[in-house]
């Protein structure tokens, strides 16, 4: 008799374990995150034309398409287990730890005192891997090289700190890779006109 009324709570305890929860990385809040930081650092082009607002669509009624809350409801009976199927989690993404506010105040600082010009000048351009490269040392002036190569070059160690911390700040190491995807993305999607890049083949392009 003890060994039967074992059996619910021991497959209760299997079911629970085979219950997984996933984190996905989460894409869309670290593209935000991203942007705002990379546009802060680099700065707005010049003022363009404000374009008109689009009309605005009316909106549908949840009651009468079926949307809203009721029709994302799936009822669950193993839920009244407390157990469900396996789920995927997306998390909020922060970007504002202290390592990294000292990192951004670095990286502003330096591109406007010592890498804004050589953009302008095209001798400097973006990576397709989230860091700043010297693509033509023959655009700067001949007393610039030293100080603009060693900008670079702290300039990069910490876009990978930055990336490494973000992922850190975030709990996921293992995120480090992706973040510096979406932040190569957005140093490329920020650059003004006439500046240099690097597709995703390594092939330089001007804006």
Known sequence: MKRWMGMPVAAALALSACVTINVYFPAA???????????????????QPAQPAPESQPKKDAGKDGGGMAAEFHFDPLMLLGIGAAQAQEQ?????????????????????????????????????????V???????????????????????????????????????????G???????????????????YQDASGTWKQK
């Not at 202290?98 to 001798?123: C, K, V």
């Not at 990069?156 to 975030?170: H, I, P």
Request: charged residues 30%.
């Open 134 to 176: 010297v693509r033509d040392a023959s655009k700067l002036q001949l007393k610039d090289r030293v100080a603009v190569n060693t900008a670079v070059a702290d300039d990069n160690r910490d876009r990978k700190a930055l990336y490494r911390e973000a992922a850190v700040a975030n709990g996921h190491a293992e995120w480090e």
């Open 92 to 132: 909020n993404f922060k970007l504002d730890s202290p390592a990294i506010q000292a990192i951004e105040s670095r990286i502003d600082a330096r591109f406007d005192g010592q890498l804004r010009g050589g953009f302008e000048a095209g001798a400097l351009g973006f990576s397709n891997d989230g860091l700043v």
């Open 29 to 47: 809040e670290a593209k935000e995150a991203a942007k705002q930081f990379v546009e802060k650092v680099i700065g707005p082009e010049a003022q």
């Open 178 to 196: 992706q973040i510096r995807q979406v932040f190569a993305k957005q140093w490329i999607a920020a650059a003004h006109k006439g500046w240099w």
